[in-house]
């Protein structure tokens, strides 16, 4: 792809909570391409069989041209790319990367904003956190953690103009010290915007109850990083158009590696719905969506599917490919 790039490991800071904070540079130093808050890198892991590509959201100031930098919790369930990570970062390691992009856009003209970050899901929320304030925009951060000692980039926090506005949440303390989505979220209106990175459960918990509030879909913004998602289904028939095939997507099997034995190719990245790589025009049929990347409204229009999750409704879904 035209924007990829191969930028060296500058920096390596660990941070409490099994966290690393990676900076990245090109290697003779010149400014990096724009980045708005919000945006993820794509990031290529390569080791011995290991070939894998995963996403990350900056959390940098995005005024920076010079370095760009992420944060990766070393997780131990997820699929080997944090624990890669977490290997192969050594400072001067050149790293292939894809990027920047932005599924997670900031609507900089909201009267209020609130961010809502859980874990490694505070890291769109610093670098958003730092435009809300160069703007001189209303905002509130919350940090919801398990607890103080395992609370990564606080340091970051303490030393940010925007300290102020951070209220953070730690699972252990009591209740009135945790987040309460009744006392700390706003009242729904059309110029305040919510915004939620973390994992599944926060991130689910906080949608539903902001939306039962009363607050529109579209201002609950949401940058899902992993997503547990049942690929199974009943089979069903799928015609790629534009290269005269038609395969079988098994009740085991996806659309992506179904296309792929017959030699159409999808570029695929996350494999469970989250990055969007996949994203493919659907000309007939009806998908049942087991993204996480589409929205509300995308679904409805029936015209995209991820194709490395995403099944059929119908007994035949046409592709433009
Ligand atoms: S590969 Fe990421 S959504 Fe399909």
């Known amino acids: ?51 894998l590509w995963r996403q990350y959201s900056l959390c940098s100031d995005c005024s920076q041209t010079g370095f760009y930098e992420i944060g990766v919790l070393r997780d131990p369930n997820s699929r080997g790319g944090s624990e890669a990570v ?17 599924h997670f ?40 953690t398990r607890s103080a000692d395992v609370t990564a980039f606080r340091q970051m926090i303490a030393a940010a103009d925007w300290r102020d506005r951070v209220v953070f949440h730690f699972d252990d303390q009591p209740a009135e010290q945790r987040l309460d989505l009744a006392r700390d979220l706003p009242p729904p209106a059309a110029d305040t915007h919510l ?29 899902y990083f992993s997503a547990t998602v049942d690929t199974t289904g009943t ?12 395969v079988t997507v098994g009740p ?12 159409v190719k999808i570029e695929v990245k996350c494999e469970e719905g989250v990055c969007g790589t996949c994203v493919t ?20 229009d029936g015209t995209m599917i991820c194709a490395c999750c995403s099944r059929a409704c119908s007994k035949t879904l046409v592709l433009d490919l």
């Not at 001067?92 to 990367?97: A, I």
């Not at 659309?255 to 030699?263: D, H, M, N, P, S």
């Open 235 to 246: 089979s069903f028939e799928v015609v790629a158009q534009r290269s005269g095939l038609t």
């Open 281 to 300: 025009d659907v000309l007939e049929g009806s998908p049942d969506h087991r993204d996480k990347f589409l929205t509300e409204d995308e679904r409805a």
């Open 105 to 144: 856009p900031l609507t900089e003209t909201a009267a209020h904003t609130v961010l809502l970050g859980g874990g490694i899901g505070i890291t769109p929320m610093l670098a958003m956190a730092q435009r809300l304030h160069d703007l001189g925009h209303d905002f509130t951060l919350h940090y919801c």
């Open 195 to 223: 915004y939620v990175c973390g994992p599944q459960g926060f991130m689910d918990w906080i949608i539903n109850t902001a939306e039962a509030a009363g607050h529109r879909t579209a201002n609950v913004h949401r940058e």
């Open 1 to 51: 792809m035209s924007d990829t790039m191969h930028l060296t490991l500058t920096d390596r800071i660990e941070e409490p909570g099994n966290i690393i904070r990676l900076r990245f540079a090109r290697a003779d130093g010149a400014p990096l391409p724009p980045v708005t808050p919000g945006a993820h890198l794509d990031i290529h892991l390569a080791d011995g069989a290991l070939d």
């Open 86 to 102: 977490h290997r192969l970062a050594q400072p001067g390691t050149v790293f292939k990367v894809e990027g920047p992009r932005n």
């Open 252 to 263: 085991e099997d996806t659309i992506a590696k179904a296309l792929a034995r017959a030699g």
